[in-house]
Nanobody, 128 residues
Framework: QVHLVESGGGSVEVGGSLRLSCATSGFTNSPYRMAWFRQAPGKDREGVAALWDGVGSTTYASSVQGRFTISQDNTHNTLDLRMNSLKPEDTAIYYC?????????????????????WGQGTQVTVSS
């Protein structure tokens, strides 16, 4: 079975930084695509950042572009999300996701319905 395990969440002050990591297992080959999503209480899950095609392509939600950086270590099948200049609206449970197929449009990589494999999430809290 495929397993994704997030780590690195915590509480930070406005303007602070965090680095999230996702460890994967159970894939015959490294996943074709991976992404970070987040979900705040009472809100829908939203895409944060994704990478695919041998990490040759990335996309970011406009709300985090310039502040967050997604990267992958294929040697150990891990995915990182470096978050800088954190804001209260970044508070959410952050989920790691993986997939084995390409998607039609870049925007699809930030659509949670397109993803089959999920971790259990890690809480990020940004206090004001």
């Amino acid at each position: 079975q495929v397993h994704l395990v997030e780590s690195g969440g915590g509480s930070v002050e406005v303007g602070g930084s965090l680095r999230l990591s996702c460890a994967t297992s159970g894939f015959t080959n490294s996943p074709y695509r991976m992404a970070w999503f987040r979900q705040a209480p009472g809100k829908d899950r939203e895409g944060v950042a994704a990478l695919w095609d041998g990490v040759g392509s990335t996309t970011y939600a406009s709300s985090v572009q310039g502040r967050f950086t997604i990267s992958q270590d294929n040697t150990h099948n891990t995915l990182d999300l470096r978050m800088n200049s954190l804001k209260p609206e970044d508070t959410a449970i952050y989920y790691c996701a993986a997939g084995e197929t390409r998607l039609l449009d870049d925007d699809d990589y930030l659509d949670p319905i397109r993803w089959a494999y999920w971790g259990q999430g890690t809480q990020v809290t940004v206090s004001s």
